[in-house]
């Protein structure tokens, strides 16, 4: 009867545990330019299971990284950036599930935690701060390719809404590395190899030129119309500056599906057709010498 009763309770609980994450590592270890003395702690929600779901108050910028085994991994990796309206960041279904996915297909994945910058009373900008720890993100992965076994040659960016603002522009803003570097990692360029939008918000914004990298475009028919005609109308103008776009607009879906197992319907292969894209762009297998 006691053993019926402790097996009984150790079933109940074992969904109420969290499920493990890869470490966090800080994109500026002793502080980010722009957050000294901010001390506040850092806000998570989490669901029933005690998984994280969203977080804000970010004053230490960081990446966790989801990396394939290596007898798996083409190579091939990928900044995702979440999206939550810059107040805060939908971490998991357009973050770690995403980056899940990605480490299973053999990609690199690494999710950003980037400063806020509409939450209440914040004094970080998404052209200041923002896009700094975007920027500082590529160049971290870069500077360290061969640890993580990453060609720095292929390595992209992924966002989600507000994050898919923050991915044009670390495609549109973009360097060889900064010409007053302030360490290692200050020395390797930002651009991404290619750039993932997934129903970027302020899509009106998206003016590209011809040296843009290439461009996988996805939202749902459903979602707002300065998203999903927004896109469309971006996806005409990538094509008018000569960059390779691919626009995917999805029928019976809205605004924030990210990655779920909830989903179904095509969308949920969204992920799949990503993967189709980047296998036709050549990224998923190095280059011969």
Not at 60 to 76: E, Q, R, V
Not at 84 to 107: K, M, P, Q, T
Not at 158 to 163: E, I, K
Not at 245 to 271: C, D, S, V
Request: hydrophobic share 40%; aromatic share 8%; proline share 7%.
């Amino acid at each position: 009867m006691k053993l019926t009763l402790v097996l009984t309770t150790l079933f109940l609980a074992s969904p109420l545990v969290a499920a493990e994450l890869p470490a966090e590592i800080p994109l500026w270890p002793n502080g980010a330019p722009g957050s000294a003395g901010k001390t506040e702690k850092e806000l998570q929600v989490k669901n029933a299971a005690g998984d994280v779901t969203s977080v804000s108050r970010i004053h230490n910028p960081s990446l966790t990284p989801y990396l394939p085994a290596k007898d798996k991994a083409n190579g091939c990796a990928v900044l995702v950036i979440p999206g939550g309206g810059h107040r805060v960041l939908a971490i998991a279904h357009e973050g770690y599930n995403v980056g899940e996915w990605l480490r299973d297909h053999g990609i690199a994945a690494f999710v950003l935690k980037h400063r806020l910058a509409r939450e209440t009373n914040s004094t970080y900008q998404i052209e200041g701060e923002s896009l700094a720890d975007t920027q500082r993100a590529m160049r971290l992965i870069r500077s360290r390719a061969a640890e993580w076994n990453v060609d720095p040659a292929r390595l992209g960016v992924m966002g989600f809404s507000a994050g898919g603002e923050l991915a044009w522009l670390v495609s549109a803003r973009h360097d060889g590395g900064l010409a007053d570097p302030k360490d290692a990692v200050d020395k390797q360029g930002c651009k991404p190899a290619f750039q993932a939008l997934i129903y970027p918000g302020r899509s009106a914004t998206i003016l590209p030129t011809k040296d843009v990298p290439p461009v996988f475009l996805c939202a749902g028919f459903g979602d707002r119309q300065d998203i999903s005609e927004g896109l469309a109308e971006a996806y005409i103008r990538f094509k008018k500056a000569g960059v390779p776009a691919e626009l995917h607009m999805y029928a019976n879906a809205g605004h924030g599906f990210g990655q779920r197992a909830a989903n179904t319907g095509p969308h949920a292969k969204w992920l799949e057709r990503f993967e189709e894209w980047l296998a036709g762009l050549g990224v998923l297998t190095a280059k011969k010498p």
